[in-house]
């Protein structure tokens, strides 16, 4: 096929975020400028958005190799607010970093164009070279401040990790292959990959889901998350638990509804074991944390199993369900890591992530526990917040498929879930006299940093206020 | 609109008692008692001028006040609220105990005024969208949205009492014991809206339109228990209680009274308003089952209420007594049982409401809950045990008293339905006049502890306690009023219950504690 003007103009946010790193990449090695390099990111990334955004709405363009519908530039504007969000808390971040502080930029340009490909792909190919591109630039920002023996720790282990499950992944692709003979998702979904080729179709598909459930730290190959959450420096771990956790699993969801061998029964109660599991393991796990990035760390483990849900009822809801939660939960999630990269910024070493750090935050600052707090409430799903509209669509689609024992496991998980939300929350709010532990810098309200989390917060409490804007968003993907 | 404001005066004043504080301690207590006795002026007007017999048996839906508008319209939610005698009612209770709960903190709460405010009229905001709500998902939303200011209250203001039992533990169960049961109920409500979506086709958690719900027998059993588990979990009903003693020991006084006076009131309600109507005939045979649960709080409560030693985990105790009469009575089914249960709802929080300030001025003036370390206490504090007595003999049910009105109609109208439960039932009055007795003879007879005079009530604290004895009296004399405000909303859920088949005439003698 022959690429018209139309398909060019589909994929231009993802040329213009290629672009604006090959800029960076230029630019560094002309001359090193920390603000000049995030500036170049941030109109980078701003642009892509604007041009996503009046793109919403279009009609569906097919490459062989890409799809930009409606979930596609759904998954883009989510991307690129969260990379924004991670640019910005960057440079507050990077400030007080000794080494060279340019190359995150780049770093994290390049896997955001990962991430974008990634959600896009409609052949094997586009989606393992979509992954690795999202993955290989993480390592990177996991292991930044290389110095510290625990952001080290993290990088090598997330490379060694989700090697592991990349080969698993490409295992699975290739017992397709050998099934179907095609590697395009619409002729593999033809051709009924997993259904009529008896053991080799279904390794093969259980062999990517492992591949994915790696990535998306689904109980049991959840174990590299906690260390990693804890390791990264912030806007690492926040690009990693907003971006990547978000592209991967909207490429399940796209394997999911195309793809029949998912729909087989057995397959869906593989799917509902993984997410009960999921959901109390993370939650469970939580309990003991006194870390706060590992917390958020298991915490988002038990929100991928309450999002797995999404994919175990078939019902016209269930997309709607997944775009809602994924919403929901990045707000809360962008905003929580926020607060912690800007309480850790500039960088002086470790994170300030022990709970201890954050006794009595509220009568310090009362700005920034505020919207710590309501994050806190948004992912324990309280009326009046964001979380409240997932954790809702959740339970609605639960009932509706008639699983009763995920909407017990969703109840119980919750009520363990709010154990530890709550912990995180008191704790702000207790004085400790004469305690004076990290702190953000006091104009922090001023920076842009300070303006993003607040947005966020503002964000959380409107989607929880009215979310009908939300509802027809997704509605119609 | 006027019920928009009810709810959202509480919230705007909260947030404006929180930015006060720049200004100095006493804006924030000024502000937080005149949005209360707005919401109280409010309530009290409505209850003037309106019109409270509309609702009719043969009508069911008719509101004295209602506003709608659209919300969430992909699932047909709305913002629907309806104000009727019993809310009102509920409504008025929620001002005036608003206004002594931020009475009752002026001298105790001294760190964080603002927040505190904030936080204690957030509660009675959500607890005000409780009694308005009609939209079931609003409702929830309600219901779920006031524990978090209940929360920190408890957690930050609380008092960390004795054997290692610290407020914010105390605070963490009573938030993880609701919200789970909360959560349940969601399930219920959606599991509602989905049968009825699949009956008619359109999506709605109207109150009107789920009530026509038709459902399988089944169904109707299991969402009833998803519904009853959600509110016996606030009420609370025995086995479901454990987090009600500590929430009380723990709170500040201004917390107990809240607790006591007002959100346990909210899960009565909604058995009034949803539990029975959504589900009659399922809670007509479930109906043994909870009176059976009844007399097992009537008695667990009063039995563990002599044993205890703090004080405001004794009256938290004969809290969980009172409610099993009200359980009694919601599940009876009879008009004059329904109409006893409001007023022993609104007596009671009347007396735990005064006794519990009465004990949070005792601690300010002893620093000690235990009563132990009390005794003799009458003659060394002015008036004080002359108002608690009063309040004790209330809470016994002595004649006179609205307690009394309030415990004989539901004994009353329940004997023709099952006799049975009321004979041991009455039973527990005997202990709830030994526990009353015990707290009396303990904190203000006895040998004294020390013989120097203790500082007397000031002119706040002796209005308060004035002003909740007068109105026990005058509901205990003449509660005429009040039944005229509530008669019609009983009548409805009696008429509903007689619809529902025989009431559980069945219980014969095979309900025993």
Not at chain 2, 96 to 103: I, N, P, W
Not at chain 2, 203 to 224: D, G, N
Request: aromatic residues 12%; hydrophobic residues 55%; glycine residues 10%.
């Amino acid at each position: 096929m022959t690429l018209t003007l139309s398909h060019l103009q589909a994929l231009l946010p993802v040329i213009l975020i290629s672009a604006s790193a090959i800029a960076v990449m230029l630019g560094i090695a002309w001359r090193r400028n920390h603000g000049g390099s995030a500036l170049g990111t941030a109109i980078g990334l701003n642009l892509a958005l604007i041009l996503v955004i009046f793109a919403l709405g279009n009609e569906p363009v097919d490459t062989p190799l890409l799809t930009i519908d409606s979930l596609t530039l759904f998954s883009w504007v989510l991307i690129l607010v969260s990379s924004l969000a991670c640019g910005t808390m960057a440079h507050a971040y990077l400030e007080g970093y000794k080494g060279p502080k340019e190359e995150f930029y780049l770093l994290l340009l390049t896997a955001t164009a990962g991430a974008m490909v990634l959600v896009a792909s409609r052949h094997l190919a586009t989606l393992f070279f979509g992954l690795e591109l999202l993955s290989m630039p993480l390592y990177g920002m996991l292991a930044y401040s290389f110095r510290e023996r625990r952001s080290l720790e993290a990088g090598v282990k997330y490379l060694v990790l989700s090697a592991a499950g990349t080969a698993f992944l490409l295992f699975g692709m290739a017992f397709l292959y050998a099934q179907t003979g095609r590697l395009d998702l619409p002729g593999l979904a033809a051709a009924g990959f997993g259904v009529e080729g008896g053991i080799i179709g279904l390794t093969g598909t259980v062999m990517m889901l492992v591949g994915l459930g790696f990535k998306l730290s689904i109980v049991p190959f959840h174990l590299w998350t906690p260390d990693v959450y804890e390791g990264g420096p912030g806007p690492a771990t926040l690009f990693l638990a907003s971006v990547s956790k978000l592209a991967v699993f909207v490429v399940l969801l796209r394997l999911v509804i195309s793809a029949p061998a998912f729909q087989g029964d057995w397959i869906r109660e593989l799917l509902a074991v993984l997410a009960l599991v999921t959901m109390l393991v993370g939650n469970l796990l939580a309990l003991q944390q006194s870390n706060l990035k590992r917390l958020l760390g298991y915490s988002s483990i038990a929100h991928f199993g309450y999002l797995l849900v999404s994919l175990v009822v078939t019902s016209n809801l269930a997309v709607e369900t997944a775009g809602v939660y994924l919403v929901t939960y990045l707000v809360a999630t962008l905003a929580a890591f926020g607060v912690v990269t800007l309480v850790s910024s500039p960088y002086q070493g470790e994170d300030a992530a022990a709970l201890h750090n954050y006794r009595g935050l509220f009568w310090r600052r009362p700005y920034l526990s505020a919207v710590l707090t309501v994050s806190m409430l948004s992912l324990a799903g309280i009326p009046f917040t964001a979380g409240f509209i997932g954790k809702f669509y959740i339970l609605a689609l639960a009932v509706e498929g008639a699983r009763w024992w995920l909407v017990g496991g969703i109840i119980a998980a919750s009520a363990i879930g709010l154990f530890y939300y709550l912990r995180v929350m008191v704790t702000l709010f207790l004085v400790e006299p004469g305690m004076r532990h990290r702190d953000a810098t006091p104009n922090w309200g001023l920076q842009a940093g300070g303006l993003v989390v607040i947005g966020l917060a503002f964000l959380v409490v409107v989607l929880g206020l009215y979310p009908t804007p939300l509802i027809n968003w997704t509605a119609g993907l | 609109m006027i019920l928009v404001w009810l709810i959202l005066i509480p919230f705007l004043g909260g947030l404006l008692c929180w930015q006060a504080e720049r200004w100095g301690p006493q804006a924030p207590r000024w502000i937080a008692l005149a949005t209360m006795a707005f919401v109280l002026v409010i309530s009290l007007g409505l209850w003037w001028v309106g019109d409270f017999t509309l609702t009719t048996v043969t009508e069911p839906g008719q509101w004295a006040y209602e506003w709608r508008v659209p919300w969430i319209p992909r699932f047909g939610i709305e913002i629907h609220l309806a104000l009727d005698g019993l809310s009102l009612v509920l409504i008025a209770l929620t001002g005036f105990l608003g206004v002594l709960a931020v009475l009752c903190s002026w001298q105790e709460i001294v760190r964080r005024v603002g927040f505190f405010h904030l936080n204690l009229l957030w509660i009675l905001g959500g607890v005000v969208g409780v009694f308005l709500a009609l939209d079931l998902f609003l409702f929830f939303v309600f219901w779920e949205m006031m524990l978090v200011p209940m929360y920190f209250l408890i957690a930050l203001w609380g008092h960390s009492g004795s054997e290692g039992k610290t407020r914010i533990r105390a605070a963490t169960k009573f938030f993880i014991y609701t919200q789970a049961s909360g959560l349940l109920m969601l399930a219920a409500i959606l599991a509602l809206a989905f049968i009825n979506q699949a009956n008619t086709g359109n999506w709605s958690f109207a109150y009107e339109a789920l009530r026509q719900t038709e459902l399988s027998e089944t169904a109707s059993t299991w969402l009833m228990l998803g519904f009853f588990i959600a509110f016996a979990v606030k009420l609370p009903v025995v086995p479901l209680h454990g987090w009600l003693p500590d929430a009380h020991a723990q709170a500040p006084t201004a917390g107990s009274v809240d607790l006591a006076g007002i959100l346990l009131k909210t899960a009565a309600y909604g058995m009034l308003r949803f539990a029975l109507p959504f589900f009659p005939e399922a809670s007509a045979e479930f109906a043994p089952i909870a009176m059976t649960l009844g007399l097992v709080g009537i008695f667990y409560g009063a039995v563990l209420a002599c044993g205890q030693h703090d004080i405001k985990r004794l009256i938290a105790y004969t809290s969980i007594s009172h409610m099993g009469f009200v359980l009694i009575a919601i599940y009876s089914g009879s008009e004059l049982a329904l109409q006893g249960a409001v007023v022993l709802m609104l007596a009671h929080a009347f007396s735990s409401a005064g006794l519990f300030i009465l004990s949070g001025q005792l601690y300010e003036r002893l620093h000690t809950r235990d009563m132990r370390l009390m005794g003799g206490l009458w003659g060394r504090l002015g008036s004080l045990p002359g108002f608690t007595l009063c309040f004790v003999v209330a809470s016994l049910g002595m004649p006179g008293t609205a307690n009394f009105v309030g415990e004989f109609m539901i004994l009353f109208g329940t004997f023709p339905v099952a006799p049975v439960v009321v004979v041991i039932a009455s039973g527990g009055l005997v202990l709830a006049a030994i526990y009353s007795l015990i707290l009396m003879q303990r904190v203000h007879y006895g040998p004294s502890q020390a013989s120097e005079p203790l500082a007397g009530l000031d002119r706040r604290e002796y209005g308060m306690m004035l002003s909740i004895l007068a109105l026990v009296l005058f509901f205990g004399l003449y509660p005429q009023p009040l039944l005229d405000t509530t008669g019609s909303v009983m009548a409805q859920v009696e008429v509903l219950f007689l619809e529902a088949g025989p009431p559980a005439d069945s219980l014969g003698g095979e309900d025993s504690p």
